[in-house]
């Protein structure tokens, strides 16, 4: 995907270590995300690279994410964001693939906020050891019989705003898969803008208000889960018109 262009580019932008961003962590802060097709990337690169930085880690500005996720038998987190519940949680692995890190991670979205707890593990597993079932009882304050429905990848660019606490991610070449099933993304670029409060002025909102990109509300663990298991499983009548517009971004027709 990437064209010695958009490498030139990201050469550009001032880095950044994992360090260097704890002013930044936002563990508890409000989500905006947009789509667009990657086509658009390095225009838009080019007009951030005086506000933010770019996250580097061990050489690279593009690392990789691996992601194991959770549901019960009934898939109630989907359920749950599919139903528009203000109260609702993703449970996943992670892996910080180029930091070799892994963590158990709980995104509990109340209010119009997330808030995202985690602990590090050693490796993907498909069972909960007792501390893994405490830390998730106590977050989620029940005892859910979950089990893994979805593997998802994908790299990331993260921008970070020179002066305000806000930080941008940029995810593509994203897939999922579970079992003998697969479905890849290689067009379609994720951003997400991650601020303590929601900034209308902030650089990037700016530009997609200018480029008449607006925010859209659906996960990847939402977009995948749909991908994988359709209607044969789920009930995704509300998802239908987000499901066509990132299709139409992916193929270019958008």
């Not at 990789?64 to 996943?92: A, M, W």
């Not at 900034?199 to 859209?216: C, G, H, T, W």
């Amino acid at each position: 995907m990437f064209s010695l262009n958009l490498e030139n580019i990201l050469a550009t932008l001032e880095p950044i270590s994992l360090a260097e961003m704890d002013r930044v962590k936002l563990m508890n802060r409000t989500d905006t995300k947009f789509a667009f097709h990657h086509d658009k990337l390095a225009s838009f690169l080019s007009e951030m690279n005086s506000h933010y930085q770019i996250l580097t880690i061990n050489g690279t500005s593009t690392p990789h994410y691996e992601s194991l996720y959770f549901d019960d038998h009934q898939f109630r987190f989907f359920k749950d964001h599919h139903n528009g519940k203000g109260d609702r949680f993703k449970v996943r692995i992670r892996k910080y693939v180029e930091s070799n890190l892994f963590f158990l991670e709980i995104k509990h979205k109340f209010k119009g906020r997330t808030d995202k707890k985690r602990i590090e593990t050693l490796d993907f597993h498909s069972n909960f050891d007792s501390g893994q079932k405490e830390f998730i009882l106590k977050q989620m304050k029940e005892d859910v019989n979950l089990q893994p429905t979805m593997w998802n990848s994908f790299q990331r660019i993260t921008l970070v705003h020179k002066t305000l606490n806000e930080r941008l991610t940029l995810d593509f070449n994203i897939e999922f898969h579970f079992d003998n099933i697969e479905k890849k993304f290689p067009h379609l670029i994720i951003a997400e803008l991650k601020q303590e409060g929601l900034n209308r002025n902030s650089p990037f909102y700016v530009l997609m208000k200018a480029q008449r990109i607006r925010p859209y509300r659906l996960s990847k663990y939402c977009l995948g889960s749909i991908e994988l298991y359709g209607e044969e499983k789920l009930k995704f009548n509300r998802f239908k018109k987000k499901l066509l517009f990132l299709n139409k971004i992916e193929n270019n027709e958008h």
